[in-house]
């Protein structure tokens, strides 16, 4: 039983507790189909992973969000609505395009006002953001090109604190860890910061897979020592 069309029960699954128990509001909903309408790929978290990021930024109390891959935003509507009065997000997004239909969402959402873009590599801003003295994030969330995984790891710990909690998505990618070949542009990425979670002492991890519109994959939750 099972074996019998996996994939289309775990999205009918998926959409079930979405209307249930998710509830995305309109923002939300609006944020998904400009996304499609601008003709961006749909490759934001799921509802179901976009809700547990809002509820991560409650329950870790942040105040300060540091967003690695906007693309139109979802997922920064997402924690955006997790933060308090006077919290903040910045978010790094390369393609300028990218960030104008998330600029629209965010201010649809009425969240414009608690989010910085920086359009950019997300490299270059985030060492700017540390020349520039940026206060420590309390909550990093990574999703971009997966190639800087390692890199983005260690800059989520430089400009983190004690205690930050780190998100990273996309760390299965349909089980191509296993098999790096599958994938040699994304997975030895995902592969290196993996590795980074056991080995950086700085660093207390674990990954949730998981399954449905958004195929076979996976995030990791980490948190700095
Ligand atoms: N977090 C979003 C999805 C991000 S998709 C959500 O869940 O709603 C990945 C995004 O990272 C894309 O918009 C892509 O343009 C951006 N990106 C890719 N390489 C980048 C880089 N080097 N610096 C910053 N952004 C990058
Ligand atoms: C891709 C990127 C993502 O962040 C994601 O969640 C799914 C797919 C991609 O580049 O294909
Ligand atoms: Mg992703």
Known sequence: ????QPTSRWIAVEEYLTAVVVQPDDSLRHAAAAALDAGMPPIEVAPNAGKLLKLLVQLSGARRVLEIGTLAGFSTI?????????GRL???EYVPRHAKVARSNLDLAGLGHLVEIR??????TLS???????EPFDFVFIDADKENNPRYLDWAIRL???GTTVVMDNVVWEGAVLEPALDPVNAPGIVAALQLM?????LDATVIQT???KGWDGFALARVR
């Open 119 to 124: 359009v950019g590599a997300a490299l270059d």
């Open 160 to 162: 983190g604190r004690p």
């Open 198 to 202: 056991r080995e950086d002492p700085r």
């Open 90 to 92: 910045i978010t790094c």
């Open 1 to 4: 039983m099972f074996e019998h």
């Open 128 to 134: 700017e953001l540390e020349s520039e003295g940026a």
């Open 78 to 86: 997402w924690m955006a609505q997790g933060l308090p009065d006077g």
């Open 211 to 213: 399954v449905g519109s």
